[in-house]
């Protein structure tokens, strides 16, 4: 059974950085052919893709608003997913959400704007960002 733990989240103020983490037990991200990602909910907004990738290849995707900013990336050893985001702005303010795909997913369904092709999602980490 897939299971997705965040971590990371806080309160920053604007131009602060933020590393999330993503603990993932019932999948090998080093040898899974699936998608991972982050994704945020600001309250009263719909749920937005923020950094997605193939686990089984380099293909990433990332929302415009965040190109730049954030980085998406995984370490193997410890089975983790990391979001690190920089140059934090106010509307980054959400909550954010680890998700992973079923397993066999091509790589072309791992696009950060297909939440529906994620079946599997954490609890979310907060992220507050003041000005």
């Known amino acids: 059974q897939v299971q997705l733990v965040e971590s990371g989240g806080g309160s920053v103020q604007a131009g602060g950085s933020l590393r999330l983490s993503c603990a993932a037990t019932g999948v090998t991200l080093s040898s899974s052919s699936r998608c991972m990602g982050w994704f945020r909910q600001a309250p009263g907004k719909e749920r937005e893709g923020v950094a997605t990738l193939y686990l089984g290849g380099v293909y990433t995707s990332y929302a415009d608003s965040v190109k730049g900013r954030f980085t998406i990336s995984r370490d193997n050893a410890k089975n983790t997913l990391y979001l690190q985001m920089n140059s934090l702005t106010p509307e980054d303010t959400a909550m954010y959400y680890c998700?992973?795909?079923?397993?066999?997913?091509?790589?072309?369904?791992?696009?950060?704007?297909?939440?529906?092709?994620?079946?599997?999602w954490g609890q979310g980490t907060q992220v507050t960002v003041s000005s």
């Open positions: 998700a992973a795909s079923r397993a066999g997913t091509s790589a072309s369904f791992c696009y950060h704007g297909r939440s529906k092709e994620y079946t599997y």
